[in-house]
């Protein structure tokens, strides 16, 4: 079982940066392939970011790449989401995740979820 909590969200200025953590439970968090989503109100839950077990993969969607930066660190079994450049529509709930199989940009390739935190840009 993995438990994953993220936090770091808040409101923001256009340009503006944020951090977002994700903290997650487990011995074998050094294996987890992970990645985040994010969910805008009426929309579906979107991929952003993703990486392999040991950071030297990562993968971006094109609305992020430039802006956000994944990373991780293994000894303290936190993912991290480093949004810079922030701009109104980023705005959604943001949901760190571990993927057991399949496409590293499809949710349901994703068993373990986090409860999500919000992240809103103001114009």
């Known amino acids: 079982q993995v438990q994953l909590v993220e936090s770091g969200g808040g409101l923001v200025q256009a340009g503006g940066s944020l951090r977002l953590s994700c903290a997650a439970s487990g011995r074998t968090f050094s294996s987890y392939f992970m990645g985040w989503f994010r969910q805008a109100p009426g929309k579906e839950r979107e991929f952003a970011a993703a990486?392999?077990?040991?950071?030297?993969?990562?993968f971006y969607a094109d609305s992020v790449k430039g802006r956000f930066t994944i990373s991780r660190d293994n000894a303290k079994n936190t993912m991290y989401l480093q949004m810079n450049s922030l701009k109104p529509e980023d705005t959604a709930v943001y949901y760190c995740a571990v993927r057991s199989s399949g496409y590293y940009y499809a949710p349901e390739a994703y068993d373990y979820w986090g409860q999500g935190t919000q992240v809103t840009v103001s114009s």
């Open positions: 990486i392999s077990w040991n950071g030297g993969s990562t």
